[in-house]
Protein backbone atom coordinates (compact mmCIF):
# COMPACT_ATOMS: atom_id res chain seq x y z
CA UNK A 1 0.00 0.00 0.00
CA UNK A 2 2.70 2.48 1.28
CA UNK A 3 4.22 2.12 -2.67
CA UNK A 4 1.09 2.90 -3.83
CA UNK A 5 0.97 6.19 -1.86
CA UNK A 6 4.34 7.65 -2.91
CA UNK A 7 3.24 6.92 -6.84
CA UNK A 8 0.16 9.07 -6.18
CA UNK A 9 2.30 11.59 -4.75
CA UNK A 10 2.55 14.99 -6.69
CA UNK A 11 5.70 17.10 -6.71
CA UNK A 12 4.18 19.70 -6.48
CA UNK A 13 3.58 20.63 -2.49
CA UNK A 14 1.89 24.05 -1.38
CA UNK A 15 3.41 24.69 1.76
CA UNK A 16 1.58 27.60 2.69
CA UNK A 17 -0.51 30.48 1.28
CA UNK A 18 -2.24 33.74 1.96
CA UNK A 19 -3.48 36.85 0.74
CA UNK A 20 -1.10 39.71 0.61
CA UNK A 21 -4.15 42.24 -0.86
CA UNK A 22 -7.59 42.28 -0.45
CA UNK A 23 -9.30 45.25 -1.60
CA UNK A 24 -12.92 45.98 -2.48
CA UNK A 25 -14.43 49.72 -3.33
CA UNK A 26 -17.69 50.81 -4.47
CA UNK A 27 -19.14 54.26 -4.59
CA UNK A 28 -22.86 55.04 -2.98
CA UNK A 29 -25.13 55.28 -6.31
CA UNK A 30 -24.00 52.14 -8.36
CA UNK A 31 -25.80 50.27 -11.00
CA UNK A 32 -27.69 46.90 -9.97
CA UNK A 33 -25.65 44.80 -12.26
CA UNK A 34 -22.83 46.59 -13.22
CA UNK A 35 -20.49 44.97 -16.45
CA UNK A 36 -17.26 44.04 -15.22
CA UNK A 37 -13.87 43.72 -16.58
CA UNK A 38 -11.50 41.43 -14.96
CA UNK A 39 -8.39 40.81 -15.29
CA UNK A 40 -6.24 38.08 -14.20
CA UNK A 41 -2.08 38.29 -13.40
CA UNK A 42 0.50 35.28 -12.03
CA UNK A 43 4.04 35.96 -10.74
CA UNK A 44 6.89 33.17 -10.07
CA UNK A 45 9.74 33.74 -7.55
CA UNK A 46 12.16 31.26 -7.51
CA UNK A 47 14.41 30.77 -4.09
CA UNK A 48 17.98 32.12 -5.12
CA UNK A 49 19.27 29.33 -2.31
CA UNK A 50 16.85 26.91 -2.82
CA UNK A 51 16.07 26.18 -6.38
CA UNK A 52 12.95 23.78 -5.68
CA UNK A 53 11.40 26.34 -3.77
CA UNK A 54 8.89 28.87 -5.40
CA UNK A 55 6.19 31.68 -4.75
CA UNK A 56 3.49 31.83 -6.86
CA UNK A 57 1.59 35.06 -6.93
CA UNK A 58 -2.35 34.93 -8.31
CA UNK A 59 -3.91 38.08 -8.76
CA UNK A 60 -7.34 39.40 -10.15
CA UNK A 61 -8.72 43.45 -10.73
CA UNK A 62 -11.81 44.02 -11.20
CA UNK A 63 -13.33 47.29 -12.33
CA UNK A 64 -16.36 48.42 -13.69
CA UNK A 65 -16.96 49.16 -17.06
CA UNK A 66 -18.59 53.03 -16.18
CA UNK A 67 -16.71 55.26 -14.24
CA UNK A 68 -14.42 53.17 -11.89
CA UNK A 69 -18.03 52.51 -9.55
CA UNK A 70 -16.17 49.20 -8.23
CA UNK A 71 -12.53 48.39 -7.63
CA UNK A 72 -11.66 44.74 -6.30
CA UNK A 73 -7.70 44.12 -5.97
CA UNK A 74 -6.94 40.47 -4.62
CA UNK A 75 -3.40 39.07 -4.41
CA UNK A 76 -2.65 35.38 -3.35
CA UNK A 77 0.77 33.88 -2.88
CA UNK A 78 1.04 29.81 -2.72
CA UNK A 79 4.46 28.98 -1.50
CA UNK A 80 5.54 25.55 -2.96
CA UNK A 81 8.26 22.76 -3.01
CA UNK A 82 9.27 20.92 -5.89
CA UNK A 83 10.64 17.46 -5.18
CA UNK A 84 11.95 16.52 -8.75
CA UNK A 85 14.98 17.09 -10.58
CA UNK A 86 14.74 19.83 -12.75
CA UNK A 87 16.04 17.77 -15.73
CA UNK A 88 12.75 15.27 -15.54
CA UNK A 89 10.39 18.20 -15.23
CA UNK A 90 10.06 21.59 -16.87
CA UNK A 91 10.00 22.94 -13.16
CA UNK A 92 8.41 26.53 -14.30
CA UNK A 93 5.97 25.25 -16.69
CA UNK A 94 4.95 23.15 -14.03
CA UNK A 95 4.33 26.11 -11.05
CA UNK A 96 3.08 27.88 -13.81
CA UNK A 97 -0.33 25.76 -14.31
CA UNK A 98 -0.43 23.57 -11.68
CA UNK A 99 0.34 26.23 -9.01
CA UNK A 100 -2.65 28.35 -10.76
CA UNK A 101 -4.93 25.76 -10.63
CA UNK A 102 -3.88 25.07 -6.94
CA UNK A 103 -4.37 28.65 -5.82
CA UNK A 104 -7.51 29.57 -7.78
CA UNK A 105 -10.45 27.91 -6.01
CA UNK A 106 -9.45 30.14 -3.13
CA UNK A 107 -8.98 33.18 -5.39
CA UNK A 108 -12.63 32.12 -6.07
CA UNK A 109 -14.03 32.11 -3.10
CA UNK A 110 -12.40 34.97 -1.66
CA UNK A 111 -13.80 36.95 -4.23
CA UNK A 112 -17.48 35.54 -3.81
CA UNK A 113 -16.98 36.14 0.09
CA UNK A 114 -15.66 40.26 -0.11
CA UNK A 115 -18.80 40.63 -3.06
CA UNK A 116 -21.66 39.87 -1.07
CA UNK A 117 -22.21 42.72 0.12
CA UNK A 118 -25.93 44.51 0.65
CA UNK A 119 -26.60 46.41 -2.70
CA UNK A 120 -24.28 44.54 -4.43
CA UNK A 121 -24.87 40.91 -6.54
CA UNK A 122 -21.85 38.63 -5.55
CA UNK A 123 -19.45 37.62 -7.91
CA UNK A 124 -19.12 33.54 -8.48
CA UNK A 125 -16.55 32.81 -10.53
CA UNK A 126 -17.25 29.29 -12.46
CA UNK A 127 -14.67 26.95 -11.99
CA UNK A 128 -12.65 27.10 -15.19
CA UNK A 129 -9.07 25.70 -16.51
CA UNK A 130 -7.53 29.11 -15.15
CA UNK A 131 -3.64 27.90 -16.86
CA UNK A 132 -5.38 27.76 -20.06
CA UNK A 133 -6.39 31.32 -20.13
CA UNK A 134 -2.68 32.51 -19.25
CA UNK A 135 -1.22 30.37 -22.55
CA UNK A 136 -3.81 33.08 -24.57
Known sequence: MKETTNLAKSVLELKSLYFDTIEFRRKENIVANPELNMNFS?????DAQNPNHFWLTLGTNITDKQKDAVVINLSLVGEFI??????SFDI???IKENGVAILFPYLRSELTLLTTQ???QPIVLPAVNIAKMFQK
Do not use: N, T, Y
Request: proline share 6%; hydrophobic share 35%; net charge positive.
Open 118 to 120: PGF
Open 42 to 46: REVKQ
Open 82 to 87: VSADKD
Open 92 to 94: LRL
